[in-house]
């Protein structure tokens, strides 16, 4: 009942403090008088600790010998949402900007106001002084263009609307794998693989915080699904967790130097992640050498001693646990004033380390023109060609008579996630009836398919059928020489997906259409993988994710052959959900406190608790290396894409050493430029009994017709790499390791091998 009293309180605030919204931060033309009273240029004080040539963390130790008590705790905490708030000690207060999070600086010593904003497909709302952002494709199309170019191209846009909006941290970066497909928030991440998924958000994060914004990845960890996302129990050995999710964490964080890590809702191995000390102390802060503070998710927070002594260096939203009774804990001996200072030292060296100090605050409009440049780019970039039987596509602008375009509101609009990524469409939601904005319901952003398709066939005769009627849609489908189908599963944080079966009839609608026309096109606006039982009957396929704001123009340029698709899965599409590691996790949620039923497979519930457990019996088995090694046919598998040419691998060379290399040539063996995404993995010794094969590297190559190009890698050793957990410690088997290279990692024609000697 306390747990169940805890959580009704902490939404009774946010509801509270949301109703208050309007009042606390009125739009751009109501300001009047009230400009004054929000935040504005941070005084700049006159210290020591103003010394650019000192290292930031030298400053940090400079200013924290300059502060009381109640300045060092009212650091560490703050309000959700807008509100005005008043620190014990501090000077009068100022108004957030209306986003996450918010935490007043000082003025006397020249800190700076902590305004967060979620930030993981694009700023969610825009601030009190500019209310348009750029609604960027899904993170999962991001991932599938495995560019770390367009990671920043996508991290830079982010950050530089949030610095010209006054916003000062991002809370995006999400990175948890795709264990579990039928996770509502699989849009937000980067796929199953984790140095794929860490190589993605770690390019992300530098590049947004080159823009003079700290930076943020979370959920740390194994938040890999949402129902029950508060109280499960994850249970995992600790060489599998090395080997996956923190995995991703430890190549983000070490090569982005991200100022924040946000730590998760669950438990894992019985204690709750924001106050688990393997985590976030033994891990993270040593094993990783993270500089940066961990700050824990919103109502994450359950204890003061516990949590702070874990890891934890910030509580939000509010201060019940990180206010008051954390500067008793301290006055009572329980925490260490050197913990206290190290917290805040964390928190004052990755402002200096952005440059916070160090830069004018001088707030621009956001430019659009930058933003939709970006979208379309990442949309390109990311969509993923899963079939094409005999050349259906591309479509021949100049000699296409007619058209169907079906589904999917795809007259108007394409379909974006929901939750705390939620970004604000532009005009609002374009399909008022799909649902409110954020939590409440599906949004549909302002980008045209059926204009789209139109304008790049203006002589052909372009019809649109809502899809809600598969006989209407069938007779349309069957009076015009090709039917693009669109179609949609609506994903959002704070709820897993039923199922990855398409919703609302839509399997029947694609079947139906199909058996009336042969040449059907169908295009998925979806946050992960479904199932496709009309496969075998359709001629191509498209997974667009949610395309962003230029989504429309980007499917366009792709139907008709404008961009030649290169994006590639970083996730596995299964047959059927049989084949999942937990196939009945989704249809048999776990119950909330006070609904505990008896246990499914793979769960032990924990009455006294009202937690439940769930087991990773999967281990090292996560995404692809699942299936490899069950011996499962996925329907599509990770790394696969095709493209509108073909290319042709070949002279591969494989030398042994403390670095082994990896070299072979690429041919783009057809008549069309186009970009490759060669993948190279690596089986290791039998001895260490891991998965067939696992990703280690992996080159873009652009080729014209017929030109071939040397793709030469120095294989990483840590990618190389097991975790002892006998020994806490990263090492290379002796014995023979095989490397295969290709286009997927079902697709992989070249074969080489080079031994690592024992001691």
């Not at 033994?282 to 993270?290: A, N, R, T, Y």
């Not at 930058?370 to 479509?395: C, S």
């Not at 089986?683 to 260490?688: D, H, N, R």
Request: hydrophobic fraction near 40%; charge should be negative.
């Amino acid at each position: 009942m306390a747990f169940a009293k805890q959580l009704l309180s902490n939404w009774r605030r946010l509801l509270i403090l949301a109703a208050a919204l309007p009042l606390l931060c009125p739009t751009t033309d109501r300001y009047g008088s009230m400009l004054a009273q929000f935040p504005g240029q941070t005084p700049v004080v006159k210290g020591p600790w103003q010394d650019k040539t000192k290292s930031p963390d030298e400053r940090a130790d400079l200013l924290i010998g300059q502060m009381t008590l109640d300045e060092k705790v009212s650091l560490l905490h703050g309000p959700g949402f807008s509100r005005i708030f008043r620190a014990p000690g501090v000077e009068a207060p100022t108004i957030s900007l209306g986003n996450a999070g918010y935490i007043p600086g000082i003025a006397r010593l020249g800190i700076p106001d902590l305004q967060m904003a979620d930030a993981a497909v694009g700023v969610t709302h825009g601030s009190a002084f500019g209310r348009y952002c750029t609604v960027l494709p899904s993170g999962e199309s991001e991932a599938s263009s495995w560019s770390t170019d367009v990671a920043r191209f996508y991290g830079d846009l982010i950050g530089t609307e949030l610095r010209d909006q006054g916003y000062t941290m991002s809370l995006g970066g999400g990175i948890d794998l795709a264990r579990e497909p039928r996770n509502g928030r699989i849009f937000e991440y980067k796929g199953e693989d984790p140095i794929l998924a860490g190589t993605m958000v770690g390019a992300e994060m530098k590049a947004l915080q080159a823009q003079g914004v700290m930076g943020d990845i979370k959920h740390y960890a194994m938040n890999d699904s949402e129902n029950g996302r508060n109280f499960v129990d994850i249970i995992a050995d600790k060489r599998a967790m090395r080997e996956s999710d923190l995995l991703a964490f430890e190549i983000g964080v070490k090569e982005s130097g991200v100022s924040a890590v946000m730590c998760s809702y669950n438990l894992v191995n019985h204690d709750y992640a924001c106050e688990n000390n393997w985590l976030l102390n033994d891990v993270l802060k040593k094993d990783f050498g993270f500089q940066g503070f961990v700050i824990s998710d919103w109502g994450a927070t359950h204890s003061t001693v516990k949590a702070v002594m874990a890891g934890l260096d910030m509580q939000m939203p509010e201060d019940s646990y990180l206010g008051e009774p954390l500067k008793k804990a301290v006055q009572d001996g329980q925490v260490p004033p050197s913990r206290l200072d190290n917290m805040v030292h964390r928190v004052l060296r990755s402002e200096f380390a952005v440059g916070l100090f160090d830069r004018s605050l001088a707030r621009t409009a956001v430019d659009p023109g930058a933003g939709l440049k970006v979208a379309e780019l990442v949309a390109e970039e990311g969509t993923v060609l899963l079939k094409n039987a005999n050349g259906q596509l591309p479509l021949s602008a100049s000699s296409i008579r007619s058209i169907a375009v079906i589904g999917s509101h795809a007259d108007v609009a394409v379909l974006s996630g929901g939750g705390s990524a939620q970004v604000d469409a532009p005009g609002g939601n374009a399909v008022p009836a799909g649902g409110n904005r954020g939590f409440g319901g599906a949004v549909w952003d302002p980008s045209s398919p059926l204009r789209a398709i139109h304008g790049k066939a203006p002589n052909a005769k372009v019809e649109y059928d809502a899809g809600t009627n598969p006989a209407s849609a069938a007779d349309l489908a069957k009076n015009s020489e090709v039917a693009i189908v669109f179609v949609n599963q609506h994903t959002s944080e704070g709820r897993d997906v039923p199922s990855l079966s398409l919703p609302d009839n839509q399997d029947g609608l694609v079947s139906a259409v199909a058996a009336a026309n042969p040449h059907t096109i169908v295009v998925l606006e979806t946050g992960g993988a479904v199932t496709m039982p009309w496969i075998e009957n359709v001629s191509a396929v498209l997974a667009a994710w949610y395309p962003g704001i230029k989504g429309a123009e980007a499917i366009a340029d792709i139907l008709f052959g404008d961009v030649n698709p290169s994006g590639k899965l970083p996730l596995t599409f299964p047959k059927s959900e049989a084949d999942l590691p937990h196939p009945k996790l989704a249809t048999q949620p776990p119950p909330g406190p006070g609904d505990m039923k008896a246990p499914f497979p793979g769960v032990n519930f924990r009455l006294n608790t009202r937690q439940f457990e769930i087991n990773d019996d999967e281990g090292l088995k996560v995404g692809y290396k699942w299936y490899d090694a069950e011996g499962k046919e996925p329907l599509f598998p990770f790394g696969y894409g095709l493209s509108y040419t073909t290319y042709a691998y070949s002279g591969l060379k494989v030398t042994p050493g403390s670095t082994p290399t990896v070299s072979f040539d690429v041919k783009n063996t057809g008549s069309r430029a186009g970009a490759e995404i060669a993948e190279v993995y690596v089986g290791l010794p039998a001895s260490t009994n891991e998965p067939p094969k696992r990703l280690v590297a992996w080159q873009r190559i652009e080729l014209a017709p017929g030109e071939s190009k040397t793709v030469s890698f120095d294989l990483n050793p840590h990618y190389l790499s097991i975790f002892s957990e006998d020994k806490d410690a990263w090492q290379l088997a002796p014995g023979d390791y095989k490397v295969m290279v290709g286009g997927s990692s079902r697709d992989l024609p070249l074969n080489g091998t080079f031994r690592i000697p024992g001691e």
